[in-house]
C-alpha cells in the first residue's frame, strides 16, 4: 500500500530555534498534503494544507509565518517551525491521498519537544 | 463538511465482537465515511471505508443505514492490540485528495483481558 514516510520521528530543540520536517509520499504523487498537531489526549487539528507549486492555506488561528510549509515537489512537503517556544511541543503528523478506496495515507509522525 | 460525533470512550472484554457508532446527521450526497485507528505516538492508520449498505474487509465491517446519518465500525473478536483511538470521518474521496479532512473527538476503545 501507500507509504508516507515522514521525518525525523523526534527531535529536541532549544527555545528560539527552527526545526524542519520532512514528509514523503513514497510510490506515488501528492499534488495536495495536509499539516496536523496533536496534543496530549485531544485530537488531530489540521494545521494547514500544502499544495505543490503554490503556497499553502493555512486554519484559522495558525500562524503562518510560524509554521512555514514548502510543497516543492509531487513528493515533498515540508513543515519548518520557526523560532520554536516551549508551546509548540506537540506531535506533528502529514497525511496525503493515495487512492479513493484508500482514504488519506498518514505519516507515523514527529514529536517535537521545546526546551 | 459533515460533523461527526462519537462516544468518547469504550471498554471491551477481548474475544468480544465491539460496535462503534458515528453520527453524521448532515452527511453530503457525495460523501463517503471513513475510519481510522490510531495509536499512541503514531499516525492514523485507515480500516474501512464505504458508501452506503455494509462493506467488509480482513479487519472490520462498516454499516450504513439507508438514511446514512449514521455509521457503525464492527471489529470482530477484539484482541489487545486493538486498544487504539477509532476515528470516523466524513467526505468526498472523488474531490482529488483535495478536500481537506478534519478530525472529531475519536473513540478511545480500551480491551480488557
Known amino acids: 500500500g501507500a507509504v508516507v514516510s515522514q521525518h525525523p520521528s523526534w527531535v529536541i530543540c532549544k527555545s528560539g530555534t527552527s526545526v524542519k520536517i520532512e514528509c514523503r509520499s513514497l510510490d506515488f504523487q501528492a499534488t495536495t498534503m495536509f499539516w496536523y498537531r496533536q496534543f496530549p489526549k485531544q485530537s488531530l487539528m489540521l494545521m494547514a494544507t500544502?499544495?505543490?507549486?503554490?503556497?499553502?492555506?493555512?486554519e484559522q488561528g495558525v500562524e503562518k509565518d510560524k509554521f512555514l510549509i514548502n510543497h516543492a515537489s509531487l513528493t515533498l512537503s515540508t513543515l519548518t517551525v520557526t523560532s520554536a517556544h516551549p508551546e509548540d511541543s506537540s506531535f506533528y503528523i502529514c497525511?496525503?491521498?493515495?487512492?479513493?478506496?484508500?482514504?488519506?495515507?498518514f505519516g507515523s509522525g514527529t514529536r517535537l519537544t521545546v526546551v | 463538511l459533515a460533523k461527526t460525533t462519537q462516544p468518547i470512550s469504550m471498554d471491551s472484554y477481548e474475544g468480544q465482537e465491539v460496535n462503534i457508532t458515528c453520527s453524521h446527521n448532515n452527511i453530503a450526497t457525495n460523501d463517503y465515511i471513513t475510519w481510522y485507528q490510531q495509536f499512541p505516538s503514531q499516525g492514523p492508520r485507515f480500516i474501512i471505508q464505504g458508501y452506503k449498505t455494509k462493506v467488509t474487509n480482513e479487519v472490520a465491517s462498516l454499516f450504513i443505514p439507508a438514511d446514512r446519518k449514521s455509521s457503525t465500525l464492527s471489529l470482530p473478536r477484539v484482541s489487545l492490540s486493538d486498544t487504539a483511538v477509532y476515528y470516523c470521518l466524513v467526505g468526498d474521496p472523488n474531490s482529488g485528495g483535495y478536500q481537506k479532512v478534519t478530525f472529531g473527538t475519536g473513540t478511545k476503545l480500551q480491551v480488557i483481558p
Open positions: 497525511s496525503a491521498m493515495f487512492g479513493l478506496d484508500y482514504g488519506y495515507t
Open positions: 500544502s499544495n505543490e507549486g503554490s503556497k499553502a492555506t493555512y
